[in-house]
């Protein structure tokens, strides 16, 4: 059994009929009813059954599972809110702040080559901060823990301070002036309005009393960001490990978060 509500069925099915609509598609040209390929769909990101199989069952070949995939997880990803309406939700919401995170999402591996600052040819898609392949994605949360959005993905040997720098912070920092967001030490040196941890000073000394109660009332409230992504992962399991390509990590991150939404009444 797939244990979702029936109504998140009718939903993607929904954004399907309107996508194939706008296509121009002809009736009964398709393997699959609008309602049938949402089943899918969300049976895959539920469970990440292997793709040949779950299209077999379905009666597709695999090349037509993988573009029908492909085909929901575009039409998804195209719901999910971009960061100008995420942030004006917060503000009209009246959210005392905001919390930043990234996650490298694993992935196979993937040949593309960079060059790092040794001047040395590394994997691009390698993170030394999980020791493997993947991608990283950027996240900004409600102070629970909420997701309110997903960035695209970058490779997972971009640090997050780079990501932030490219995909959240020049957005972020007109809305910081009065709604600060907190994030972990990888965010240091990210400006004005983003509340990072203080670090130990260098020349061995420790902090003072001031300094560590701020760190601890940081990271307290800090701490419920780490819902942010269970939230999605551990209820969308395919995102624990893509064997797609890694650039479509981020079409599928905010894919299960339009899902999540609606399981949590944010949209309908």
């Not at 102070?143 to 997972?156: A, H, K, N, R, Y």
């Amino acid at each position: 059994m797939l244990d979702v509500p029936r109504e998140l069925i009718g939903f993607v099915a929904r954004l399907l009929r309107a996508e194939r609509r706008a296509r121009g598609t002809r009736r009964r040209t398709r393997c699959l009813t609008c309602s049938k390929q949402a089943l899918f769909v969300i049976a895959w990101f539920r469970d990440k059954p292997n793709i040949t199989r779950h299209g077999l069952a379905f009666g597709l070949s695999q090349s037509t599972a993988y573009r029908y995939l492909h085909e929901a997880v575009d039409v998804l990803a195209d719901q999910a809110p971009d960061l100008h309406q995420a942030l004006d939700k917060a503000v009209a919401d009246g959210l005392p702040h905001l919390e930043l995170d990234g996650k490298i999402y694993p992935s196979d591996r993937c040949r593309e080559k960079t060059v790092s600052v040794k001047g040395e040819a590394i994997d691009a898609w390698f993170s030394g901060k999980t020791g493997g392949f993947g991608g990283n994605v950027q996240m900004l949360c409600e102070p629970d823990g909420f997701p309110i959005w997903f960035s695209d993905v970058l490779p997972g040997g971009v640090v997050d301070i780079e990501a932030a720098r490219a995909l959240v912070l020049p957005a972020v920092y007109p809305y910081a002036k009065t709604m600060p967001v907190l994030a972990d030490p990888g965010y240091q040196g990210a400006g004005h309005g983003i509340i990072v941890p203080f670090k130990n000073p260098a020349d061995g000394n420790v902090l003072s009393i001031d300094d560590r109660c701020r760190n601890r009332l940081q990271r307290f409230l800090r701490c419920r960001g780490e819902r942010g992504f269970a939230l999605v992962g551990e209820r969308w399991t395919a995102l624990k490990h893509t064997t797609l390509s890694p650039g479509r990590i981020g079409d599928l991150v905010r894919s299960a978060h339009v899902l999540t939404l609606f399981e949590h009444r944010r949209i309908s």
